[in-house]
Structure formats: C-alpha cells, structure tokens
C-alpha cells in the first residue's frame, strides 16, 4: 500500500541534471536518521549546512559555481550515488519490510495517527517535548517497519517558544515566524491535482479553512493543517501559531481544526483509515467529524453514528497529572460543541457529557481524556506503572465493566534508535552486532553481541560523543556570554573548561514542577562537596524550558542559572539554554548519567533515559514510569524504593537523601574505580549491560510492532468479525 502523497512544489530550487534526486532527498525527513545523507549535504556546503542543518534551506542557497565544482567531483558524485540508491531502496514500493513480510495478507485501509505535535528535527519547530518527539519516533518507526501509516497534525507558524536565558537568569519567550517554504514541507494534492484546503464548522455559523501541508517522513505522510490562509477572518488566523497557547479557547479551536480538520483532510485526499490511533486527547474531537459522516452516508442517529465510530479507534493517554489532561470550562465548551450538536441531530448537554470525568456531579468541566476513553475501543498507557495508574484514575466512568477487564492496557514507549544513537557507538554496534542491527531491536536480546566487545573500544567510542558534548558546550555557552556582554577574557576562558575526565551528570526535561529539576540541588552544601572533589569532581548538565505560564518552573530555571554562575561552580553546573532535539542528541550521547527524579508515580513513561542507555549512559533514575521495567540492578541504579513515603515534602526529602547517598557511596567510587590503564572497567561493564537490555527492548520499532499486534490489527479483525464493544459511549 503506497501512502506518499504528492505535494506542489513551493521553493526555486534549481539543480543540475546530475544531482536533481537532491530535491527528493531534501523533501524527504529520511535524511533526518540517515547520516550519510546529513553528510552528504554538509560537503555541498559546510558552513551553511552546520548554520541552517536543513536541506532546502541548504539548496536555496546554492549557486552555480559551486554546483559546477561538485558535478565534477568524483567523491562526491560517488556519495550521491550511494546514498540515492540506498533512498530509493528504502522507498520502493515492493521492499521487503517487516510489515510486508508478517502480514502479506493485509488488505485493509492504512492506520491515522492523530497528534498535538511532532518532534521530526530540531528544524521544524512543530513540538514542545517529550510527546512530539514520542510521536515522530512512531511515525520514523512506522515508516521503517513498513506500516501502511498515514500521520496527522498541526502546522505552527511560530512553533514552540525560543528560549533564551538573560544574563539575571531569568528566562525569555520568543516566537520566530517560520516560511515554510524553506523548510521540508509541501501543500497536500488531492488525486486530480489539486491543493487541498478543508473547512471546519465554528461558532457564529462560520468555517474556518485550513491549508493542508505534507512532511513525508520516509514512506509515511504527515499531514499538517494551518489556518493562515487570507480567506479566514483576521481573527481566525492565528489559530494554528503557536503550540500550547495560555488561550484556552484558542487551545480548544485547535483542537477542533486538528480533529475535525483532519478527517476531512483524510477524506480530501482519498485515504480510508481502517484504524484511526488519538495520540493524547488532544486530537479526540475528530470523533464528531466521524460521526457526522456516518449519519450523512448511513441515514442512523447520533447513538448509532457514535457507536460505529468508536469500534476502529485506539486511544493513548501520555500523563496521569491533572494538567495534562487537557479539559475546559463548560461554557466555553458548550459555544464550540453547539455548531457540533446541529450537525449531528443531538443536543450540546449529551456532547457535553460525553467529556464528564468524574462521578456525574453537576456543571463538569469537558474533559478530553473522558471524551476519548468513552470514544475508544481500546485505550493504552505508555508503561505498566502508568497503565495500573491510569486504570485507577479512569475506571469509574466504565462501572460495569468487569473488575478483571482492565480499562487501560500497557505498550511502553520506546525511541527511534537511528535518531538518537551516536556516531561512535552506531558504528560500534555494527562492527559487533552486525550490519543488520537495526533489524535485531525487534529481537530482546538482539544486542547482547556487544556485551562482548572490548572495554577499550566502547570507552574510546563514548569519550569521542563526550569531546564533541564539550565542544558544543563551549560553543554555546560563547555565544550566551557574549549576548550577556561578558568580558573577553571570560570568553576565552571557555577553551581551556570542559575537560571530559569528570564524572559528568545530564538532566534534560520540561521544569514542569513533579519533574523535580531541583532535586539534587536541595542540599547544596552536600551537592557542592561532591562537585568540588579535588580526586574525584562531579559536574551536572542541565537543559529545559518552563512553559510560560509556569512561574515556579521559571523560577528554578533562573535559581540553577544563578548557581552556574557562582565562580567555584562555573564549570560543574552547566545550564544549556533553548533545550530541543539537537541539544538533546548531544546530552543523550555524551554526558556519562542521566539523572531522572520525577515524583512517582507522575511519570507517565519517560524515553530520555532510553535515549541515554542506548549510547551507553547509565541511568539513575526514581523507579517510575518505563524504568522499574528496565532496572535490574546491573545496567544503572535506582533512587530509592517503589513505595510512596507519606507527604509530597516527606517523599522529597527521602528522594533526595537517596540520591546523594547512591552517588556517594555507588556512582561516583564505581566511575573512579580505574587501574593502570584509565579504564573504568566496573562503569563500563556496566554501560555493556544498559546497551544491550535498553536499546532493543525500549525501542519504538519494538513499540510501533506492539501497537500492529495488540492494538491496530486487533481492531481491524474485531471490526471485520463484528465482535461487540467492551465498554458503552
């Protein structure tokens, strides 16, 4: 089943006839995991491709001469070459992908997988964290295994806000304005040829249109909708600018256009899903727009439009905290339902209730979470622990069902291995593991091969992702200080700091408050005798941005931000401002801990510390989210126990006691644990373990197989056999 879907060309690329396929490579996100094709358009042009890391971009800014150089360059003709053929491989209709090869028999329609964002690159600012980028690791998947996938969202003209850090530590908002015609994107053709803009019903008997953009994502199209069209009202506009707005009637419109908006982009395009997959509520109104086209093409009422629907649905919900289950006043809800509820032949009062999340009490908000789990045949958490979390939290709304069905079931996230390992430990897992060790992440213990390998090689590759974490790290911290107006001593300062022989802590997160940033930094005078060691110095990397409405996550931005500027702590606590993909890549692969202390059991899952393990980083980690599934007691360390102690301060406090001692008394005596020949043998024997238990297993081709088997394909033979709902609407 071909999903691509053609897209109008936007930008005046011209090219030579010898290297034309550049275009197809720039417009495919392939590149974006591919490092031969990264490589291959840093030697068109180093400078710009390090200054804009973005291919079409990159092209724009080719001119002739140079074009002429490199035709005539036989390496690099050669490079071409190679990496075309190997795309045009990976693309061809008839691959033998793992998809094609366990269910040759599939005849149904692709999956829709609807989501608020998407982490693709660091160039195409359309995600805010850990969601995003869980949702563009599952598109990646889904293209690798060859799924027949289809993937909708939202395209943000100012994206996820920039994040600058003042020289006070306070921190700064700003919100780039993005042409999308210089970046990987082109508008959506239908099948005669035409750009596909759809119209969603809004309040005051208006539509609203939305463009609809495609990002093809190795053999899966992501479908991107954007209000900014010039046939909207003024104030309609905007809708679509800015990801996670203050607004929550904005909020709420968006949802609305990424819903309803998307199924009708669907439709516009010819595609049929036999499976649609709401990614987080936030897309569950698409529902409505479902229904309404049942009761359109079938002549039934609402109650039998809204059955219909809800049998081919899986819903995943990301976070047990209150705040991520987006909800809205009920006044609010009600002005944008009622267009909804004239189109579907029922009142707004049923829709409304439809999104009740707690015990029927009168003037409820509308919660999302609510409306989907009542919508869904099949609802999943994102690890066991948040699956028995969630199944508490939710099962009331579902009081006769059985107490031995579980309302929602377990598939542990995992990450695209390809997009977050290291040059140096890539290589190495191919020299032991073998060429095809992309193919062994479906097999557990398809790594243990580099259980084998020589302590020398893997502590050589993990300094080299180290040495370029320092580089970085000098980088930008120059440019910070300079902003900052910093003398140029200061500056220059910055050669000679960041040495890779310390024991060196990463922590990256969004600072929402249970992330619990501030952990290690509740008894400074301890922290400070670790850090300050003359034998045996600790230093911790930290990077995340608090949401602008979050004062206290502001806050501790600005209190770490302060410390790193404390002239004994200088070099020892390092705050990485504007945290986003790329700096994520960097940390992942080469701090030599990463640091997690959320306080369980909010972590809904987590895959940072999966990122970490699968370059050799060992985790210390509070046993919550996938962790207490990983943990074994030999491939990184836990902080403290499983069991709750009381009051959120008193579990504070023995979070924090337990992270000191375990650094004290294990981390930092097992990394300085060194012979004769500097190698930390104990640590390293260590990282062995976290590779081989972590990558396979945490994987999202490991994930993205379990959603085919225990979700997709689950509801394609239930619909095909007409097996009864579990759970009433």
Not at 543 to 553: F, I, M, Q, V
Request: glycine share 8%; hydrophobic share 40%.
């Amino acid at each position: 089943m071909d999903l691509r879907i053609a897209g109008m060309q936007v930008a005046e690329i011209e090219l030579p006839d010898e290297v034309d396929r550049l275009y197809d490579l720039a417009y495919n996100l392939w590149w974006t995991w591919n490092p031969a094709a990264r490589q291959l358009f840093s030697t068109i042009d180093a400078p710009s491709w390090a200054r804009y890391r973005n291919p079409v971009e990159l092209l724009l800014n080719v001119d002739r001469s140079q074009w002429e150089a490199l035709v005539e360059d036989e390496s690099f003709m050669s490079s071409y070459g190679r990496v075309i053929r190997a795309f045009d491989a990976y693309m061809d209709r008839e691959a033998d992908t793992w998809f094609r090869r366990t269910y040759p028999e599939y005849a149904a329609g692709p999956i829709a997988y609807f989501s608020m964002e998407y982490g693709i690159h660091h160039t195409l600012a359309i995600y805010g964290g850990g969601l995003g980028v869980l949702s563009g690791d599952h598109c990646k998947s889904a293209s690798d295994l060859g799924l027949p996938f289809v993937a909708v969202g939202l395209l943000y003209r100012t994206g996820y806000f920039q994040q600058t850090v003042d020289a006070d530590g306070f921190q700064q908002h700003t919100y780039p304005e993005y042409d999308f015609q210089r970046l990987p994107l082109r508008p959506a053709l239908d099948p005669q040829g035409r750009a596909v803009t759809v119209r969603v019903p809004f309040p005051g008997g208006r539509e609203v249109a939305a463009r609809v953009w495609v990002a093809q994502v190795g053999r899966v199209p992501l479908l991107l909708l954007d209000t900014d069209r010039p046939e909207n009202d003024p104030a309609d506009r905007p809708i679509t600018n800015a990801l996670y707005v203050r607004g929550r009637e904005v909020r709420l419109a968006q949802e609305i256009v990424l819903g309803c908006g998307g199924v009708k982009a669907l439709a516009a395009l010819g595609v049929e899903p036999a499976v649609w997959h709401i990614n987080e509520g936030h897309s569950a109104l698409l529902q409505l727009e479902r229904a309404r086209r049942v009761l359109a093409d079938r002549q039934v009422g609402f109650e039998e439009a809204l059955a219909a629907v809800k049998g081919d649905v899986a819903f995943t919900t990301h976070t047990p905290v209150p705040a991520g289950n987006e909800q809205f006043e009920r006044d609010v809800a009600r002005r944008y339902l009622e267009p909804w509820a004239g189109l579907l032949g029922t009142d707004t009062e049923r829709l409304l209730a439809i999104g009740h999340g707690d015990h029927g009490e009168p003037g409820q908000a509308f919660n999302l979470t609510a409306f989907a789990l009542r919508t869904s045949r099949t609802t999943n958490g994102v690890s066991r622990l948040h699956a028995e979390v969630s199944d508490r939290m939710w099962r009331h709304l579902f009081p006769d069902l059985p107490a031995e069905q579980p309302v929602v079931e377990a598939i542990t996230n995992g990450i695209h291995v390809p997009t977050w390992i290291g040059p140096e430990i890539r290589d190495l897992l191919i020299e032991r593991v073998g060429p095809e060790w992309l193919t062994a992440l479906l097999d557990p213990e398809g790594w243990n091969a580099i259980l084998e390998s020589r302590d020398e090689e893997l502590w050589s590759a993990h300094l080299a992702q180290k040495e370029r974490l320092m580089r970085f790290t000098r980088s930008r911290l120059r440019d910070q200080y300079a902003r900052h107006g910093r003398s140029y001593d200061r500056l220059r300062e910055l050669e000679r700091m960041f040495d890779p022989r310390p024991l060196t802590i990463g922590f990256a997160r969004r600072f929402a408050t249970y992330k619990r940033a501030g952990l290690i930094f509740s008894d400074l005078y301890r922290l400070r005798h670790l850090l300050l060691n003359r034998e045996r110095p600790v230093r911790i990397f930290l990077a995340g941005k608090a949401h602008p409405a979050d004062r206290p996550g502001q806050d501790l931005v600005r209190h770490i931000f302060k410390l790193s500027q404390e002239p004994d702590l200088k070099e020892q606590v390092v705050f990485l401002e504007n945290y986003d993909m790329r700096v994520a890549r960097m940390l992942v692969q080469g701090v030599d801990l990463w640091l997690n202390t959320p306080r369980r059991p909010q972590e809904a899952s987590g895959t940072s510390g999966q990122k970490a393990a699968a370059n050799g980083v060992l985790n210390l980690s509070i046993l919550d989210g996938w962790w207490p599934e990983a943990y074994d007691g030999t491939n990184g360390w836990a902080i403290g126990g499983a069991e709750a102690a009381g009051s959120e301060e008193e579990q504070d406090e023995a979070d924090a006691f337990s992270l000191y001692q375990v650094l004290e008394e294990e981390v930092v005596p097992t990394y300085y644990d060194r012979g004769e020949d500097d190698l930390p043998r104990r640590w390293i024997e260590r990282m062995k373990r976290a590779i081989a238990t972590v990558g396979p297993r945490f994987s999202s081709s490991r994930m993205v197989r379990d959603y085919t088997e225990t979700a997709y394909l689950r509801l394609v033979r239930a619909d095909r056999e007409g097996e009864p709902h579990t759970q009433e609407v």
